[in-house]
């Protein structure tokens, strides 16, 4: 069974910095893409950033000046750092990961419970 867990989402003023963090346990072989989506009242999931196994990334054109996602293949961790958050930036943020449980490869995807940033004054 696989879980991701995020931490780090809480309540940042217009301009502020948080740091999402995202822990991949359970039965893991290997781990291809990691992402994170968000979903504001009202609004459809977004992809966010995404991170590849090589270390390879891409964002959405909103946040890419702003956002850096990273990730530790050794802890199976990805990270999402947020600066000069707007109160547009305020959501839930999912993490998302496309991993192989076994030695057969079989990819499949999974997603945290989501952890909540808000941005406001």
């Known amino acids: 069974q696989v879980q991701l867990v995020e931490s780090g989402g809480g309540l940042v003023q217009p301009g502020g910095s948080l740091r999402l963090s995202c822990a991949a346990s359970?039965?893991?072989?290997?781990?291809?893409?990691m992402a994170w989506y968000r979903q504001a009242p009202g609004k459809q999931r977004e992809l966010v950033a995404v991170i590849a196994k090589s270390g390879r990334t891409n964002y959405l054109h909103s946040v890419e000046d702003r956002f850096t996602i990273s990730r530790d293949n050794a802890k199976n961790t990805v990270y999402l750092q947020m600066t000069s958050l707007k109160p547009e930036d305020t959501a839930l943020y999912y993490c998302?990961?496309?991993?192989?449980?076994?030695?057969?490869?079989?990819?499949?995807?999974?997603w945290g419970q989501g952890t909540q940033v808000t941005v406001s004054s």
């Open positions: 359970g039965s893991i072989f290997n781990i291809n893409n």
């Open positions: 998302n990961a496309h991993l192989a449980p076994y030695s057969d490869l079989s990819v499949y995807e999974y």
